[in-house]
């Protein structure tokens, strides 16, 4: 199984970018999608979840702004992020495990490599 995120970068404060995650899950419909973040020193962070049909969960940090969806046929899964803040700057990685999504990061088995986003003030 791979997961492979993309769509990191250098943006200004207000500004937005579109995560991607690709995963070659046989049945990715019936798994739990989700993105997370770490910044140096600090724990991995729940960031936005999606399963089912029509289910998601953000951090509060994030409602507003975050906006998580999938594409069954693509196999792919999406954060848009807009109004991003300095505070929004981390390394974010797409997890995925079955049943609905955790925020606890030790209940997911898959995960992608990471893409690096940076807000600057």
């Known amino acids: 199984v791979q997961l492979q995120a993309c769509g990191g970068g250098l943006v200004q404060a207000g500004g937005y970018l579109r995560l991607s995650c690709a995963a070659s899950?046989?049945?990715?419909?019936?798994?739990?999608m989700a993105w997370f973040r770490q910044s140096p020193g600090k724990e991995r962070q729940f960031v936005a979840g999606i399963w089912g049909d029509y289910y998601d969960d953000y951090t509060d940090s994030v409602k507003g702004r975050f906006s998580i969806s999938r594409d069954n046929a693509q196999k792919t899964v999406y954060l848009q992020m807009n109004s991003l803040k300095p505070e929004d700057t981390a390394v974010y990685y797409c997890a995925a495990d079955l049943g609905r999504a955790m925020r606890n990061p030790v209940t997911y088995n898959y995960w992608g490599q990471g893409t690096q986003v940076t807000v600057s003030s």
């Open positions: 899950l046989r049945t990715f419909s019936r798994y739990a």
